[in-house]
T-cell receptor, first 115, second 117 residues
Framework: AQKITQTQPGMFVQEKEAVTLDCTYD???????LFWYKQPSSGEMIFLIY??????QNATEGRYSLNFQKARKSANLVISASQLGDSAMYFC????????????FGKGNQVVVIP | DTGVSQDPRHKITKRGQNVTFRCDPI?????LYWYRQTLGQGPEFLTY????????KSRLLSDRFSAERPKGSFSTLEIQRTEQGDSAMYLC???????????????FGPGTRLTVL
């Protein structure tokens, strides 16, 4: 079974600064995908970025980038130039290519951006 | 291009009552998922449909829970004889089926927040 670990306490970050959110995962499968979602206080889960286990390049989407270290089984999210609207919970998730279609989520990281 | 929609957004019910939630996926997405999220936790998988077929069910989905997706379009999640432990956010997601599989990003709706008194 997949396991996602997000253990950082709530984080405060200054507006326009960068922030890194840690995510480690555990699986014996070689084929998997890693996802990051943002959940503001309204509750909706917003897809941010995806990294496939065979992708050689780290994924980037605008101000979001994923620092993928396969040997360490880590998939940290970097948000550059933080904005007030980035204040939210951030969830790391994994899906296996074979076996099932479910996303396994971590417990999330709370980010508060201060002006 | 509308996203995933869920109805109602909030539901308050008394213990023992039945409740039903509806999810409308992104049009042409043939996969639909239900998750449950309790306070301070990440979402947990409940069940998954491909078109009208329910292909996976979590052991979290007790006999009091039933989900349907008639005609492979919208889906309903019913909880019978609700208990206080059922209080949670119920999230629906949909995804297309792409070649390769790994890139099947799941797009979530706004959720239905259930409170059982």
């Amino acid at each position: 079974a997949q396991k996602i670990t997000q253990t950082q306490p709530g984080m405060f970050v200054q507006e326009k600064e960068a922030v890194t959110l840690d995510c480690t995962y555990d699986t014996s499968d070689q084929s998997y995908g890693l996802f990051w979602y943002k959940q503001p206080s309204s509750g909706e889960m917003i897809f941010l970025i995806y990294q496939g286990s065979y992708d050689e390049q780290n994924a980037t989407e605008g101000r979001y980038s994923l620092n993928f270290q396969k040997a360490r089984k880590s998939a940290n999210l970097v948000i550059s130039a933080s904005q007030l609207g980035d204040s939210a919970m951030y969830f790391c998730a994994m899906r296996l290519l074979y076996g099932n279609n479910r996303l396994a989520f971590g417990k999330g990281n709370q980010v508060v951006v201060i002006p | 291009d509308t996203g995933v929609s869920q109805d109602p957004r909030h539901k308050i019910t008394k213990r023992g009552q039945n409740v039903t939630f509806r999810c409308d996926p992104i049009s042409e997405h043939n996969r639909l998922y239900w998750y449950r999220q309790t306070l301070g936790q990440g979402p947990e998988f409940l069940t998954y449909f491909q078109n009208e077929a329910q292909l996976e069910k979590s052991r979290l989905l007790s006999d009091r829970f039933s989900a349907e997706r008639p005609k492979g379009s919208f889906s309903t999640l019913e909880i019978q004889r609700t208990e206080q432990g059922d209080s949670a956010m119920y999230l629906c997601a949909s995804s297309p089926t792409l070649a390769g599989g790994l890139g099947d990003t799941q797009y979530f709706g706004p959720g239905t927040r259930l409170t059982v008194l």
